[in-house]
């Protein structure tokens, strides 16, 4: 039985000792690749690396703060175009279609906007949504002062001095409250298109059409429906089409930049409605 007994310990000792050799052996396996990791990125590197990492939503473009971009184009009162071919919207602004230069103060907002804008690198801020339904871009816009010292943010500046009026589309409410105190300070005080476009009261200004935009859809209809356009007097206008598809065959069909006689083209560049889909 004492023999037995001897046996029965030096069984349970083997046994733990191979248990312990075993241990040992893959934690001598796995020192390597531990080391090899190590030795390839540090500690503080991998940290690091990890740190620097920006959480990136897929399918938005990740824009960074601060970044200058040059403007090109200057397409209407809040509508723009960069160097990169992206087009800009200002966001919570709205001003009067430039198209065929029938809407009050379209060509003064225009102007305003260029002079602030074009040939000149601006800054852009994003709130909530990344387009509208045109894929425009939907943006902030701030420009540096040329004396260095801070910038002018024209979405802002432009209703304050009466070249738009403010509008309100959730959920780009960032600085709808700004907007609507420098539209309140331009129309107590008479500024650009409330001093030249009120007729009657606040909505009149901000739901102004062009003259004869009935019969101007009528003839639209007729166009889609025939493939045959009226060039024989200013008829139709950019807000009269969908898509630019449509107001291009029109131009192209009256004789293009040599004779566009409906003003689809503003900046003679041969392209119509450019702020079209």
């Known amino acids: 039985m004492a023999y037995i007994s001897k046996r029965n310990y030096f069984l349970l000792f083997s046994v733990l000792l191979n248990f312990i ?3 040992v052996f893959v934690g001598r396996l796995q020192k ?3 080391r090899q990791i190590s030795d390839k990125n540090g500690p ?3 940290t690091q690396n990890i740190s620097n990492v920006t959480p990136q939503v897929i399918g938005e473009k990740q824009e960074v703060v601060g970044d200058l971009i040059k403007v090109t184009k200057v397409i209407d009162g809040d509508t723009i175009r960069l160097e990169n071919s992206e087009t800009v919207r200002y966001i919570g602004i709205d001003t009067p279609e430039i198209s065929g230069g029938r809407e009050c103060f379209a060509n003064e907002s225009t102007a305003k906007n260029t002079e602030l804008v074009l040939g000149k690198e601006i ?9 509208d339904r045109y894929n425009r871009l939907l943006r902030y816009v701030w420009v540096p002062l040329e004396s260095g010292q801070g910038e002018l943010f024209v979405n802002e500046y432009l209703v304050r001095e009466g070249y738009a009026t403010a509008v309100t589309y959730p959920p780009d409410v960032r600085y709808s409250e700004l907007f609507r105190a420098a539209e309140k300070d331009a129309r107590d005080n008479n500024r650009g298109l409330w001093s030249k476009c009120v007729s009657g009261s606040e ?3 901000k739901l102004q059409v062009n003259t ?3 019969k101007a859809k009528n003839d639209v209809t007729v166009i889609q429906s025939t493939g045959t356009a009226d060039c024989s007097s200013n008829k139709y206008n950019c807000t009269d089409f969908k898509i630019h598809a449509e107001a291009q065959s029109v131009f192209d069909s009256c004789g293009g930049a040599s004779n566009d006689i409906h003003k689809l083209d503003s900046d003679g560049d041969g392209v119509a409605c450019e702020s079209l889909p």
Do not use: N, Y
């Open 21 to 23: 050799f075993i241990i």
């Open 44 to 46: 503080s590197e991998i």
């Open 212 to 214: 004869g935009d009935e």
């Open 32 to 34: 390597p690749v531990i």
């Open 203 to 205: 909505q009149d200004v």
């Open 123 to 131: 800054r852009l801020e994003k709130d909530v949504s990344e387009t």
